[in-house]
């Protein structure tokens, strides 16, 4: 309907070719929204965020909701969907670009569709108790801990690859303010909420899976849990180290550290 309404109040005629493309992404990525939407509760469910809020802040709910979370969010779509209105306004004729931002689109809309339904499955299999697991694992979840929030960032980001070319450079203030809303606000919700479930098994499954958003292979993904792990530990034993060293700059007695040699090797 958005993209109908562009089409018919701007006064630009824009490419027939380009439009037809966005058309046809918006309505695919609209209906499995949509019926993810529906098949998850519709209407008469409330997300887990919205409950928490309610408890939280009780009859002031209504008000603080309506400017943090509806407002907001509005304020958010409507600087994304600029690319929306620059990609179909857009007169500049079809290029390699449009054949790139395609596939970005199909590529996201496609790759949320398959968490999705591997998030069902994993939900199926732990209600009819055919596994024990409390955390997903497998699929593109053992690439990523967010396939779906990653394949949302690239829904945006592809539809703004249709209008940069021929879009005013603050266009793209859309898609960055999308990716900020994932990377520093909903990542952090999400798995502030699963260590608080299940604080163990998701624990390990964060160790197992140390790319919060890109798709990485498994063995790149133990890489990099252990190498956070090793430069994490290493960084506090090295402030420790240096708290001791300026103890004994202090102090002028050297007795105080046993590990001399150790704090070398360490602060090299």
Same mark, same amino acid.
């Given at each position: 309907?958005?993209?109908?309404?562009?089409?018919?109040?701007? +006064?630009?005629?824009?490419?027939?070719?380009?439009?037809?493309? %966005?058309?046809? *992404?918006?309505?695919?990525?609209?209906?499995?929204?949509?019926?993810?939407?529906?098949?998850?509760?519709?209407?008469?469910?409330?997300?887990?965020?919205?409950?928490?809020?309610? /408890? =939280? !802040?009780?009859?002031?709910?209504?008000? &603080?909701?309506?400017?943090?979370?509806?407002?907001?969010?509005? &304020?958010?779509? !409507?600087? +994304?969907?600029?690319?929306?209105?620059?990609?179909?306004?857009?007169?500049?004729?079809?290029?390699?670009?449009?054949?790139?931002?395609?596939?970005? $689109?199909? +590529?996201?809309?496609?790759?949320?569709?398959?968490?999705?339904?591997?998030?069902? =499955? !994993?939900?199926?299999? @732990?209600?009819?108790?055919?596994?024990? /697991?409390?955390?997903?694992?497998?699929?593109?979840?053992?690439?990523?801990?967010?396939?779906?929030? *990653?394949?949302?960032?690239?829904?945006?980001?592809?539809?703004?690859?249709?209008?940069?070319?021929? $879009?005013?450079?603050?266009? %793209?203030?859309?898609?960055?303010?999308?990716? *900020?809303?994932?990377?520093?606000?909903?990542?952090?919700?999400?798995?502030?909420?699963?260590?608080?479930? @299940?604080?163990?098994?998701?624990?390990?499954?964060?160790? =197992?899976?140390?790319?919060?958003?890109?798709?990485?292979?498994?063995?790149?993904?133990?890489? *990099?849990?252990?190498?956070?792990?090793?430069?994490?530990?290493?960084?506090?034993?090295?402030?420790?180290?240096?708290?001791?060293?300026?103890?004994?700059?202090?102090?002028?007695?050297?007795?105080?550290?046993?590990?001399?040699?150790?704090?070398?090797?360490?602060?090299?």
């Amino acid at each position: 309907v958005q993209c109908a309404l562009i089409r018919v109040r701007s +006064a630009r005629n824009g490419n027939c070719g380009r439009q037809l493309c %966005v058309f046809v *992404l918006v309505a695919v990525w609209g209906y499995r929204l949509t019926h993810n939407f529906v098949a998850r509760g519709g209407i008469g469910h409330e997300d887990w965020r919205y409950s928490d809020m309610r /408890k =939280q !802040f009780g009859k002031h709910f209504w008000w &603080i909701s309506l400017f943090s979370v509806f407002l907001g969010q509005t &304020i958010f779509m !409507f600087a +994304a969907c600029l690319s929306l209105y620059a990609a179909l306004g857009s007169e500049a004729n079809l290029g390699w670009m449009d054949a790139i931002a395609s596939a970005v $689109s199909i +590529a996201a809309i496609l790759l949320e569709a398959m968490a999705d339904i591997q998030m069902d =499955q !994993f939900q199926a299999a @732990k209600r009819e108790k055919r596994t024990d /697991k409390q955390v997903i694992d497998t699929g593109v979840w053992g690439w990523s801990r967010h396939p779906n929030y *990653l394949g949302e960032l690239m829904w945006w980001w592809g539809l703004w690859l249709f209008s940069s070319s021929s $879009s005013p450079s603050w266009v %793209v203030s859309g898609p960055v303010l999308i990716t *900020l809303l994932f990377v520093c606000i909903s990542v952090k919700l999400m798995e502030d909420r699963q260590l608080q479930n @299940k604080p163990d098994a998701y624990a390990r499954y964060m160790r =197992q899976v140390g790319s919060p958003l890109l798709l990485l292979p498994p063995s790149a993904n133990d890489g *990099l849990a252990s190498n956070w792990q090793d430069h994490t530990m290493r960084g506090l034993m090295r402030a420790a180290l240096i708290l001791d060293l300026l103890q004994i700059e202090a102090s002028h007695d050297s007795s105080l550290l046993p590990f001399g040699r150790l704090t070398k090797v360490l602060l090299k």
